[in-house]
């Protein structure tokens, strides 16, 4: 028995906005999510403000929710597990886990929206002491610092008078094996080096990049403010470790454009880690028998004309699930799903 | 090319503090926030800069000391580097709008206000330009055109310098009937201009990197203005 319902599975900004669209259509979506609330991974993580607009991660993500919630054309179902899949285009029966029972939801087609996690800094290398020292911390650590309003060492509570953030931890690299560029990085530790320069006005702010990749207008409202106004130092060279002396940590790097070696004495470091598929992108990459890229991330096969669909007929991709995102990316990516599926949905039910 | 010595410490017997202050009058300066944004490290001023070709010399470099606010570095590059710009701003070519040559300018003047060693040393083959200037307004003159001034100027200047006072004869204006000044000058605009230079205390940069010259330049101005009717007027 045919469905045009669309099963949406994650409840991020991909998620949230794949599942408004296809209710905006006349369509039901059932918006599947296995925590027990909406919002994904900034509201998880606690992102204090977006970037570039700087505008409050919580209430960009209350307006998504509330676009879902007592929605007649969304179904929620929280706490609830995707753990197989039968069928087809058109028919398929997705198999979940709801509080202990099982489950089986019927739809037309699914669209998977199940993000990144973070890239934890002490996997592989531990060169950067996170989990060593007190005063290195991730930009995901530093965003929860941002949302509660206190932006302090950690080591003693203190505003730090100097703060680096070092680029590409966990990306870009061939050591790790994630060779790709987690694509918002250089635009986050841009917008938080804003934020630390509220918080402490006469700190000394650095960045310590490879390449400072700020495309179309996050150059003009991210990186120039942060350079110009509030005077954040960008320094081309990475930091090879980070070392603990005193009360102080030293970086320890090349000052490549001048050509002279570094060390130098810092408050607090600020890794800026990058994006990896998350667990659930891995686990519903198989569950629907769909391919996956040599990271992890699950493979469109449109090339850049269409960003959504998979290998498997009926099942489509959106957001940081297929590989580094913004919010920009996620929500775009979810409107070419809704339509993407929707399209295949009514092929499928014309008569041949 | 060798590069640029940018090693800290090399001038470690003047303090921090004071390379702090240096600094901070050069940021002092109301056309500081006009001359640096933000550096992307491009190196197109470089590319630019006819100075760079020549000597060890770049204006990256000195935007990034700034930029980074490394009044260590700073002070090497003041006590060194900035004197061998050529100042034709060739680096305003700038996708950010920064200007290295107008940063130098400031930094240089900050070097002649306080008297720094490198000032006085980049000065030290001008004394007499500055003479000549502050003294006339002018600053090229005919007379300089003797025959051991210039020698790469070539044997014609021999010829040229023997009849000076003839050769200018010939030119048409009259004001230009002189060998001392590029032009004649009327004693009511030198009085002027000393009366300007007093004002303005410009003297002051000169005692600063030449005692010497300052000394004789004031016995000068001090006795035309006192002809003049301005007793009161000197300069200490």
Known sequence: MASENIIVIGGGPAGLEAARGVADLGYKAILVEKRDRLGGTPDEAQYAALTPDMRSAKEAMDEMRDAV???SGVELMLNTTVTG?????????????QGGKQIDIEAGAVILATGFQHFDPGRETQKYGYYEHDDVITLVDAEKMFTAGNFVRPSNGEKP???AFIQCVGSRDRQIGNEYCSKVCCGISSKQAIEVRHHCPDAKIYIFYIDMRMYGYWENEIY???QEKHKVNYIKGMATEILKQGDHL????EDTTLRRPMEVPMDMVILAVGMEPSVGTKEMAEVFGVNKNKYGFIETIGGALNTVSTNVEGVFAAGACTGPADLEDSVSA????VMKSIGAIRKAAVPA | MMALDLSQNKYSDVSMEEKDRLFAEAKAD????HVLYGCYECGICVAACPSARFYDFSPRVIAQAVAREDTDLIYTLMADSIWDCSQCFSCDRCPRKNSPGQIITILREVSVKNGLKSAKEALQGYGRIIYKI?????????????????PDWGTHVYEIAENLDDWRKALPPETLHTTETSWVIDDKTIIELYLIWHMTGVMDLISGVDEGLYDIIVDVMEERLEEAGYDDVTFD
Not at chain 1, 250 to 253: A, T
Not at chain 1, 334 to 337: H, M, Q, R, V
Not at chain 2, 30 to 33: A, I, M, T
Not at chain 2, 134 to 150: E, I, K, N, R, Y
Request: charged fraction near 25%; proline fraction near 6%.
């Open chain 2, 134 to 150: 502050m003294l006339t307004g002018t600053q090229v003159s005919p007379d300089m055109l003797q025959p051991d001034a210039f």
């Open chain 1, 85 to 97: 899949s039968e069928g087809e285009l058109g028919n398929f029966v997705v198999k979940a886990e």
């Open chain 1, 224 to 226: 120039w403010p942060a």
């Open chain 1, 69 to 71: 919630t007592d929605n």
């Open chain 1, 334 to 337: 979810a409107g070419s799903a």
């Open chain 2, 30 to 33: 109301e056309r500081w926030e």
């Open chain 1, 161 to 163: 008078k100097s703060v």
């Open chain 1, 250 to 253: 030293i970086v320890k790097g």
